[in-house]
């Protein structure tokens, strides 16, 4: 099963290829709209950040191959007391947090709205397949838009979605891309810093990029163990 791999930036695509080698087993070719680095069954190619980017480069990816599985992963921001710096999180929901309307009473979610869709949700079984060879936190992930920069927000995204792991920006746009070609989707995260006030002495990027390589070193054997029954799990 050949596996798409996107993440935000090209720091978290060799963190990944890294997993298989020292990068020098690596084929490079191109798409439109996308540099993908072939490793094994693992294409990887970073998209840019933000949802918008992410769900582009990701469909010009899926556009590019036949693909039994696709992957958004990178690192991300951990909620105190689920995820903790340096862990790892993989989702079992990957939710668009701030995808919707402002009203009077507060945020409405764009489901509540008529129409679109808040939430994708990978195969259980990969998922707790994975967190046990990885030792992973599971919860949900969310993508916003904007990286929170306060306590008050944390608080604000913890009260609206009590299950939240992490939050990235990638997630819910790789997702979507996934879900209209009829894959299923996976998202994995490494945690470099704590949701909240904006600390970048406290941030742990060279952790969390180790911690993503070790992770998709112990990825590739799950995978190949999971079924062709599994992959169509919801």
Not at 43 to 66: I, T, W
Not at 85 to 102: N, Q, Y
């Amino acid at each position: 099963m050949r596996v798409l791999v996107v993440t935000a930036v090209p720091a978290e695509r060799d963190a990944v290829t890294r997993a298989f080698g020292d990068g020098s087993e690596a084929s490079v070719f191109f798409v439109p709209g996308a540099e993908i680095h072939r490793v094994g069954s693992f294409d990887v190619l970073a998209g840019g950040a933000g949802p918008g980017a992410a769900a582009a480069s990701a469909a010009f990816g899926l556009a590019s191959d036949r693909y039994g599985l696709v992957i958004s992963a990178g690192i991300g921001g951990g909620f105190t007391g689920v995820a903790p710096v340096g862990s790892l999180v993989v989702a079992d929901r990957i939710g668009a947090a701030d995808l919707g309307a402002e009203t009077a009473t507060g945020f409405v979610p764009v489901t509540e709205l008529g129409f679109g869709r808040a939430w994708h949700f990978p195969p259980r079984s990969l998922v707790r397949e994975v967190a046990a060879a990885t030792g992973a936190v599971t919860g949900a992930v969310l993508t916003v838009s904007t990286v929170t920069g306060s306590a008050d927000r944390a608080a604000a995204l913890l009260a609206a979605h009590p299950r939240a792991a992490a939050e990235a920006m990638e997630g819910f746009g790789v997702a979507e891309a996934a879900e209209r070609v009829g894959l299923p989707v996976l998202e994995i995260r490494a945690v470099s810093n704590a949701v909240g006030p904006r600390d970048r002495d406290a941030w742990r990027i060279g952790d969390a990029l180790a911690a993503l390589t070790e992770a998709f070193g112990k990825l590739a054997p799950v995978l190949e163990g999971w079924t062709h029954h599994d992959r169509h799990e919801s």
